[in-house]
């Protein structure tokens, strides 16, 4: 198998744990993998790298680095040319207009020529039977189509959180017509397989393109068991309670200082809560935004309420930090449409959970039944004070019995349970397909759908 995996590990994104499972799912079912991804360097001037990723990838996994990188990320001024120099932004939209001829997607589209030579040298030194493409980028479409085109090999799409529909807004992005819309289509029609990671977006998909629903399966993000802490907490009360927040930073400044205003509150109003702390880890912006932004001047004011910006951390330390907290705090953007992947890892540690999202948030769907969870108060700062306070408490009296209960309810999420059935099912459409013969289109139709995996 060919896997187009733009944010395969070392990359310090969240996709990589997804990327590392699937590679290795595949390798554990038989099938020899290649990944082709981009440079170490290219993650340096971007998001990073944490290359305590690269630990659990399986030593058969082979991995092509393309020496692909966003000029617009570039932070050495020396390298600046003239033009950009001297209009900074008019170089910027240039730049995008540039992108958008040979793929429709600002940033990546120049990449299609070189994903698409990359994978035709990979499909000639070792003939692949599957490609799985993983978007963002969806320039990987590209590549994908043009095997398909010029050596009929078939491919299958992880979408994740789709393309044609903003899962932020959730709203449509752009019109079937749109030259988004045309490719979609195109690859759709063709495509082994669609991998979405939540219902409300494979019913988005069902629903616009009806042709395919069959091959349409929710394949949620999961947890990696190891990065559980997987034992029931005690909290120091004497030392001060200790809330947590890991993962990206990637909601507003609006939205942050919602949350400081009521963990302020909370802890104004609640005794438990006088000497407690709130830790953010995680990536705060990229490029030369990189925690120099707005956002880092935020927490920066919070510290003297027991505020503290600790940094990424890497993937071998989180099981660690996880145990020196007592109660989470799920900060989130988007709504219906969003899941998350943190949602899983959260409750897998067992502690008390703050929702710090909207209401109609899937992620509330996945939480539903957790005996710790404080429920959803939305974007308002009087309800999230009422969670932070009821988290505390939560904290200081549940039972190793519940504690244990709330670790359970996330058993059946782990990444490996998840990810293996998916690639199973993955190995059955494609043999399914091999059998009817790969070059009938028409023949995908048949394929029927297996059970997918948990869908709450």
Known sequence: MIYLAIGFPPAAKSCAYRMRETANQFVRQGWDVTVVTIAQESWERDSGVDLTLLEQVDPRVRIVELPLSREDLETDIGLYSEERALNPNGWVTRLRRRQMEPFPEPNFGEWRGDLEQAVLKVHAEHPADLLLASCVPYVNLAAA???????????????????????????ECFARDSAEGIWEQRILDHAVSLWVVNDPIAEHYRTRYPEVASRVHVVRNGYDADSSPGRVHRPDTGAGLAFGYLGTVNFTVPHLETVLDAWRAAREQEPLLSNATFEVRGHIGNGSGREANRHAEVLKQAEPDGVRF???????????????????????????????????EYMATGLPIVSAHVVEH???????????????????????????????H??????DEVHAKAMAHADRFTREAVMSAAVKTLIDDHAALARVGAGDAAALADIQPAAEGPSQ
């Not at 994740?160 to 529909?165: A, E, F, N, V």
């Not at 990424?312 to 930090?321: F, G, L, N, R, T």
């Open 145 to 171: 189509w043009k095997l398909w085109e010029e050596a009929k090999v078939p491919y299958a799409v992880d979408f994740r959180d789709g393309w044609s529909i903003d899962v932020i807004e959730g709203v």
């Open 310 to 344: 600790g940094g990424p951390a890497a993937k071998a330390e989180v099981a660690s930090i996880y145990a020196r907290w007592d109660a989470m705090v799920l900060i989130l953007i988007g709504g219906r449409y969003v899941t998350s992947g943190k949602v899983y």
């Open 362 to 392: 899937d992620a509330s769907n996945v939480l539903q039944g957790h005996p710790l969870w404080t429920g959803a108060p939305g974007l308002d700062v009087r309800g999230l004070t009422e969670s932070f306070i009821a988290a505390a």
């Open 394 to 399: 939560l904290a200081v009296e549940t039972s």
